[in-house]
């Protein structure tokens, strides 16, 4: 997925025409009889030298006229067919008027700029011709910038390489972590599976890649408390404490008998267990004392 966000990055970049643009600004000169009328003085008609307030309204009335449908229209038919703008130029004194034009290619945008330029100048002429106003009387038109040299435009083109490789990655991102959380649910499930499958093989091999599960801690079974074989010896005083069976305080000595035949293997340094055959009779072990606390004898015990 990160290789194909690069492609498409690329791809979009290499694709994707680069937009020119190319801009001229006009301005609006007062009529002769009003140059006349605001400079007098003999021969002196200098246009620039009456920028009044009425002509910025009339650029305005001439930027709106030229973005109608009619004009766009007769625009298109004199082979502009690229997009423009029209407005007041940025931070304007005065009634100048800048068309923006903008395309993909350098010659014909040029040629458009200049078309909608000199378009503008006759719509001009045309408006007021239809109003009735004298020639003498007419706002006329002159060019202040020409049609500069088309400069790429790579914002747009930005606009689209980013969607296309930063969409691609969100997308990458996205199908990471779905795809892990499906893989997790799914090993998931077939542990679940293999878990509940172990119990009903009772002993057979453990699951692979999992450690069998410890046995739970059981009482020898060959050995039984008997309560009643319990004996106590005479109290001794260690330190103030009272205990029965020896000075460590122990209070008596529990005696454990062996079912026949379960007895376990005696260790040789130690003679406090031995072993007995299948079928012979249970034997007890007991404390070292041969008379009970009691005045019972420990050896009828059990019958031993």
Known sequence: MMLLAVGLSVGAFVLVPTSYQSTTTVS?????????AATPGENNDNPFLNFNGSLVATAD?????????????????????EDFEVGLAEGAQGPFLTFTVTGTDQADLLASTATIARYAEAKLTEIQAENGVKSQDMVRMTEII????????????????????GGTTALA???TFVVESLAR??????????AAAAPAAEGSASVPGRPAPAPHPQQPPNLVRDDRAAQSKPAVVNNGVEGRGHPGGSDETMILRLRPGTGPAPRPESTAWKSSSPGASSTTYRSTERSHPRGQNVDRLNGS
């Open 28 to 36: 609006l000169l007062s009529s002769p009889a009003a140059t006349d």
């Open 61 to 81: 009335f001439l930027g709106r006229s030229l973005q109608s449908t009619d004009a766009q229209a007769e625009l298109l038919g004199m082979g502009v067919t």
């Open 146 to 165: 020409p049609p500069q040299k088309p400069e790429p435009q790579l914002k747009d083109k930005f606009k689209v390489v980013i969607a296309a490789g």
């Open 173 to 175: 991102l996205l199908l």
């Open 185 to 194: 649910s799914r090993r998931r499930r077939q542990d679940l599976a293999t």
